[in-house]
């Protein structure tokens, strides 16, 4: 039997710009109160909340702030909303834990049919009746809404509108051959179900030490790597230990340890060959509280030694450029915890309605935790990325959207590597999208049609 003769191919390079530092200067004065993060982003988001008002109803439009609506006039009014959700968690939950006294047994939704929205200003707040749906509404959205005032001092809605998706830089011109970025996330090492065989699998695929010719070509052209967070498992926070006394656990090493090891060790493999950004996650060694810091280099002293080259560890949420790509991503507690509050199960439906938002993540601080700030929102999107991505989701999916003003945006759920020992592979030049699973019999998953076909 002839064997096929193999090619050698040289991979591609790739230019990258980290644009995260807004998600890195952090002002951690817990002296603060939260409210202040909720004033600032209604300021900011205001004129363009009334840009897009009168883009949809007019130019004259009747503008009122809260406290000049008035009884049966027809108007419009801006502001930030909260809902009022009976089933929300509390800190009661947080004592009930530890007294072992089940509040909310097995539930991952807080929504019913009892929640009711507000809407406040800087001045006051009214209650909204009519067309609005709260199951689609989360706390801390900016919104404007048309109606009118009813006889009992609650606000009729008959129209409402988000500040809509922001501008976007144009696609920049990708050379004519093919460009891959790889996405994964939830690698989920420590954990007894880790995939060990499966991620060694990936590294070798990667690197161009598996498959045939048609293989190491494509392989060849991936030019970048994000891992979306959880690259280390929830079972790694050893929550048993930490009610003991020290002196019962001062011998004991902890699981975190030995899972950052394993991480290093797939790492040094993989950057000597392909640049590589390691975003902070849930259960990873970061801070808890939006946005997550990058883990310290320190951790990773084999994978290290090309620290500044090929190998970043950054924040979450993320935002650069690769090779003039605008990309911006989180490892997928926003989109988590949305899905907690809403009536709604898919990613990327929650991932559209955030850039319409113009805020990643707007739970934040009611139900998602944040530093307090008070001078900014780090949150708000200024500029519509040309791929959106979402890690450490349920399964792999996507779209292409359109904005009203011309703004393509790809948007992807990037599954759980874990669960489905999957990853994402994106060609910058097409927006081709394919799903790749990592098995003994490996196979391409679904993907899009080029584009422009």
Known sequence: ?????LTTYLRSSCKKENLSKRFQDTDE???KQYSSIYFVRSQLMKERIIEAAKLKWGQSVNMKQLSDVVLGEKCCIIGTLFKVMELQPSILKEISDELNIPVHPGRNKFTSETDKLVLEDAMQRISLT????????????????????????????????????????PYPDICEESQYVLFLSGLGIGSKQEKTFQIQLLIDYIIGMLGDNEDHALC?????????????????QDKVSQKKAKYLTYKTEASTVTAVKDLDFFLSQLVPYVSVDVMSGEYDPSNHVLPQRPMHACLFPLAQKYHGSSFSTVPNPYECKINGVHMLGTSGQNINNLKMFSGVDDSITLMLETL??????????????????????????DHCPHIYFCGNQDKFAFSIEEGSSGQKILLLSIPEFVKTSSVVIVNLKTYHVQEIFVDVNWHDGSSTEDPDN
């Open 1 to 5: 039997m002839e064997t096929e003769e």
């Open 29 to 31: 004065n817990y002296g």
């Open 130 to 169: 009519g067309n609005i749906n709260p199951n689609m509404c989360f706390t801390g959205t900016v919104v404007a809404l048309l109606g009118k005032e009813s006889i009992s001092g609650q606000f009729h809605v008959e129209d409402m509108t988000y500040p809509g998706i922001p501008v976007q830089s």
């Open 220 to 236: 060849s052209q991936i030019v970048h790597v994000i891992i979306a967070g959880n690259s280390l498992s929830g079972d790694t």
């Open 356 to 381: 319409r938002f113009q805020h990643l993540a707007p739970t934040a601080p009611d139900t998602l935790g944040c530093f307090p700030y008070y001078k900014s929102d780090p949150f708000i999107i």
